[in-house]
């Protein structure tokens, strides 16, 4: 995580704190739309690093578990797309992951709304 990200993770993670009712889901939903909308002007993966980051900052352990355990899926798959070997069988073991948020797809469908 670079030193850009980590100046709107404060802003994105009140978006997420104003939410804090609702699903894990939203709150990456409303995170995603926090840090997409920063004054700072990010690139799509520095946002997705600082949604990303408030929102396991505000998780509950249960939440959190749920979260690096996409995350690290994520992590290898992008690795692994940048030409790092990386050993998919091992990462992927156990199969899916129980109770995924489908952090990517969220991604999509955010910033798909500015489209429409």
Same mark, same amino acid.
């Given at each position: 995580?670079?030193d850009? /990200?980590?100046?709107?993770? #404060?802003? %994105?993670?009140?978006? %997420?704190?104003?939410? &804090?009712?609702?699903?894990?889901?939203?709150?990456?939903? %409303?995170?995603?739309?926090?840090?997409?909308?920063?004054?700072?002007?990010?690139?799509?993966n520095e946002?997705?690093?600082?949604?990303?980051?408030?929102?396991?900052?505000?998780?509950? #352990?249960?939440?959190?578990?749920?979260?690096?355990?996409?995350?690290? /899926?994520?992590? &290898?798959?992008?690795?692994?797309?940048?030409? /790092? #070997?990386?050993?998919?069988?091992?990462?992927?073991?156990?199969?899916?992951?129980?109770?995924?948020?489908?952090?990517?797809?969220?991604?999509?469908?955010?910033?798909?709304?500015?489209?429409?």
């Open positions: 995580m670079n850009r /990200v980590v100046i709107i993770i #404060p802003e %994105v993670r009140a978006a %997420v704190q104003a939410h &804090a009712e609702e699903s894990l889901e939203e709150r990456a939903k %409303v995170a995603m739309r926090a840090a997409r909308k920063s004054w700072l002007g990010l690139s799509d946002n997705f690093s600082a949604a990303i980051g408030a929102l396991v900052l505000e998780a509950t #352990p249960e939440e959190r578990n749920r979260l690096e355990a996409e995350i690290r /899926v994520l992590k &290898a798959l992008n690795a692994a797309i940048d030409g /790092v #070997p990386v050993n998919l069988a091992t990462v992927l073991e156990g199969g899916q992951i129980d109770n995924a948020i489908g952090l990517n797809s969220l991604w999509h469908e955010v910033k798909a709304e500015e489209v429409t």
